[in-house]
Nanobody, 124 residues
Framework: QVQLVESGGGLVQAGGSLRLSCAAS????????MGWFRQAPGKEREFVAAMSWSSGRTSYADSVKGRFTISRDNAKNTVSLQMNSLKPEDTAVYYC?????????????????WGQGTQVTVSS
């Protein structure tokens, strides 16, 4: 059974940083693509970043390019999202997702497994 557990959310001032982690278990994820999505109140879930576990290829939403970095730790089976220069508009629940196909895509419906989410709040 695949489990994705996010951690690291919290409250931070604008300009600050947070690091989210996603602990993955229940499968060998070496052939998967891993993604981060977010959903603000009243808005649809939107793509943030994704990475191919095998190749390391990454993709980012334009709104976070240059500020966020997705990475993986093979030994710990975790995927992280380093978020710098945070803005109030980054406030949302952040979700980790896994896609059995290792191809990196930005559409939420193409991901097979989801975590429960972690709240990120950026104050102005």
């Amino acid at each position: 059974q695949v489990q994705l557990v996010e951690s690291g959310g919290g409250l931070v001032q604008a300009g600050g940083s947070l690091r989210l982690s996603c602990a993955a278990s229940g499968r060998t994820f070496s052939t998967y693509a891993m993604g981060w999505f977010r959903q603000a109140p009243g808005k649809e879930r939107e793509f943030v970043a994704a990475m191919s576990w095998s190749s390391g290829r990454t993709s980012y939403a334009d709104s976070v390019k240059g500020r966020f970095t997705i990475s993986r730790d093979n030994a710990k089976n975790t995927v992280s999202l380093q978020m710098n220069s945070l803005k109030p508009e980054d406030t949302a629940v952040y979700y980790c997702a896994a896609r059995r196909s290792g191809v990196v895509v930005a559409t939420a419906r193409d991901y097979d497994y989801w975590g429960q989410g972690t709240q990120v709040t950026v104050s102005s």
